[in-house]
């Protein structure tokens, strides 16, 4: 009579490597510069990688399963979701399937990468799963998840799977922790990236310090960039800015939240103190210019 | 008077970085014909780091002054090697900061380090 720990084990342990194996031909292993990172081919002809694993600059080559080499060039990258979208000329590959599902804290989890072309993993458990958050440069993500597993540095970029294979985002390392940047924010800010190269931010064009007011607190313009929005608007080193859109300044934080990729174009009505004296001005906001 | 009825030399260290200062301390402590002021005792000598004192964070909030940089950029948005740029150090040691930082944060459990980097100076929008 054959042990039933045995059992359990070798099916456990060979549902995994199936779940790896079915992943695998959509994942590719992205070389630039000195860094080596994971990726997946999110659309025909496009791979999503993680951006804090791509090299700044320099040519791109990636491995895919198959373990042919092919040239990869940026199509867009976004630092603030760590998501990067590559162009590469190959359309064969069938693209990975995205799953909106939210994994449960305590499921299991799957990492699927690959080092040079070679599929690697990585198991362990969804250690928290939560509501959208913002990352410390201003990056909105739908969810926050965090994997208890051990990621090497080749891996970032690799897809999250669940124990039914389902891939429910990117692999990414944080600060201490393994993330997960989830489906909806891979989907939302790559098919930005496809069509507009970019992730714009909204920009005022001034120094802004946060000072106290006698009913609240403002931004006190402390440079104007001459060419810029603020400048355009008529605005001036030493305005306070305390009111936006008719509602009280809350903290410079409120401004950049308000500076959203939505945010160019739109005009907004500021209230200024001058001397003291209150001014409304009208301000067309601007796209920050990369420097 | 003989060398023994010498009063002994008090020491102050004003030094911001804790660890740099436990280490000071230790190392003096002990040291014969000289010994640490206690706390507000008027010393005869005080030791200071070569860049100016920077008071403690009243929050328990420590970084350095090339992290504080690193935050305002980080709350503008800047990339790796927009920061890198900006300071004039190169990628690889902007992501040194930014991980650092990262870390700190992390430790202290501050989620408002964009407002913490606004109150502390002038943040470009």
Redesign the interface.
């Known amino acids: 009579m054959t042990d039933p720990t045995t059992d359990i084990l070798a099916s456990f342990s060979s549902a995994v490597a199936d779940l790896v194996a079915k992943a695998a031909p959509a994942i590719v292993s992205v070389h630039s510069h000195h860094a080596r990172a994971s990726g997946f081919v999110w659309k025909p002809g496009l791979i999503v990688t993680a951006d804090?694993a791509l090299a700044?600059e320099g040519e791109i080559s990636i491995k895919l399963a198959d373990g042919t080499a092919r040239a990869a060039t940026i199509a867009g990258r976004d630092?603030?979701t760590d998501i990067a979208l590559l162009r590469f000329d190959a359309t064969e590959i069938v693209p990975a399937k995205l799953s909106p599902v939210l994994p449960a804290p305590g499921s299991l989890a799957v990492v699927v990468a690959a080092a040079r072309g070679t599929p690697s993993a990585a198991l362990g458990v969804v250690s928290l799963a939560g509501g959208g958050w913002r990352s410390?440069?201003?990056g909105d993500i739908d969810a926050r998840v965090e994997l208890d597993v051990r990621l090497h540095h080749s891996q970032q970029g690799g897809l999250a799977l669940d124990a039914s294979g389902e891939a429910v985002g990117m692999a990414v390392l944080?600060?201490?922790r393994v993330l997960v940047i989830p489906t909806a924010t891979i989907d939302r800010v790559a098919g930005r990236l496809e069509t507009h190269g970019r992730i714009a931010?909204g920009?005022?064009g001034?120094?802004?310090?946060?000072v106290k007011l006698d009913d609240g607190v403002g931004a006190m313009v402390?440079?104007v960039d001459k060419s810029g929005p603020s400048a355009a608007a008529g605005i001036r080193q030493g305005d306070v800015i305390a009111g936006w859109n008719g509602e009280k300044l809350a903290?410079?934080?409120q401004?950049?939240r308000s500076?959203g990729p939505d945010s160019v174009g739109s005009v907004v009505e500021l209230l200024i103190r001058r001397g003291g004296e209150p001014l409304r001005f009208k301000l067309t906001i601007g796209e920050?210019p990369?420097? | 008077m003989s060398k023994e009825t010498s009063p002994a030399i008090v020491i102050a260290v004003e030094i911001g970085d804790a660890g740099l200062a436990d280490r000071l301390a230790s190392l003096l402590d002990g040291v014969a014909g000289l010994r640490l002021a206690a706390p507000g005792e008027a010393a005869t000598v005080t030791i200071v780091a070569r860049e100016s004192h920077r008071p403690a964070e009243p929050h328990g909030f420590d970084l350095t002054p090339r992290e504080l940089d690193v935050l305002a950029l980080?709350?503008e948005?800047?990339?790796?090697?927009?920061i890198a740029?900006?300071l004039g150090i190169s990628?690889h040691t902007a992501k040194f900061h930014v991980?650092s930082l990262?870390?700190k944060?992390?430790a202290t459990g501050r989620t408002?380090?964009?407002?913490h980097a606004?109150?502390r100076?002038?943040?470009?929008?």
């Open positions: 804090e700044e630092h603030t410390l440069r201003g944080g600060p201490r931010r920009y005022l001034v120094g802004l310090q946060a402390m440079s903290g410079v934080r401004l950049l500076l920050r990369e420097t | 980080l709350a948005g800047a990339s790796n090697k927009t740029s900006r990628v991980g990262l870390d944060l992390d408002d380090a964009v407002a606004a109150r100076g002038v943040i470009h929008l």
